[in-house]
């Protein structure tokens, strides 16, 4: 465990590194969104339009095979990589270790994810079961949300009801450690 807490100034540089990777994320989201690439023409919906990031988008309309393929996952692919930089934030300050050491359930719930969507697999598809349901469990504890645990077969990573509460609660577990 930590010898002391986080100082202030420890604190807002880890605050701030976490919140320009959620910037960078939802920079790449706007274009890249949930439902990419339904339309040829289109603007960033409205969650990223009035954080003030917003694209006009005019795709090809002939799109290769390889395009094709690659939009069908690249939303679940970024959601994926912001958990994995987000854990990567934590660990290289050692509060991966802290938050176990302290029982903290929003970093058991960043590590499940961290394990499971891309670091230690696929990221495609769920290799264990008890992982899916520990992290929808806390998903739905933490978060607010009403996952069926009976009916989740992946790990849930939407942009606005799980990352964007994820990234505030891990910043407020950071903000709990000043000296």
Request: glycine share 4%.
């Amino acid at each position: 465990m930590l010898q002391k807490g986080l100082t202030k100034i420890e604190i807002e540089e880890i605050c701030e590194e976490i919140e320009l990777q959620w910037d960078y994320h939802l920079m790449v989201r706007a274009i890249f969104y949930s439902k990419f690439p339904n339309q040829d023409d289109f603007y960033s919906p409205s969650f990223y339009s009035v954080r003030g990031i917003s694209f006009h988008v005019i795709l090809p309309k002939v799109k290769s095979e390889r395009f094709s393929r690659a939009a069908k996952g690249i939303p679940v692919w970024l959601n994926q990589n912001y958990v994995l930089r987000l854990y990567g934030i934590l660990d290289s300050k050692e509060l991966i270790k802290l938050g176990k050491e302290t029982d903290s359930k929003i970093i058991q719930l960043v590590t499940i994810l961290r394990m499971n969507v891309g670091s230690h697999s696929t990221g495609r598809r769920v290799s264990k079961r008890s992982e899916l349901r520990k992290a929808t469990k806390l998903t739905n504890s933490l978060l607010g949300r009403e996952i069926d645990l009976d009916k989740v077969n992946v790990f849930t990573l939407s942009i606005d009801s799980v990352l964007l509460p994820l990234k505030n609660q891990v910043i407020n577990f950071v903000k709990s450690l000043e000296l």
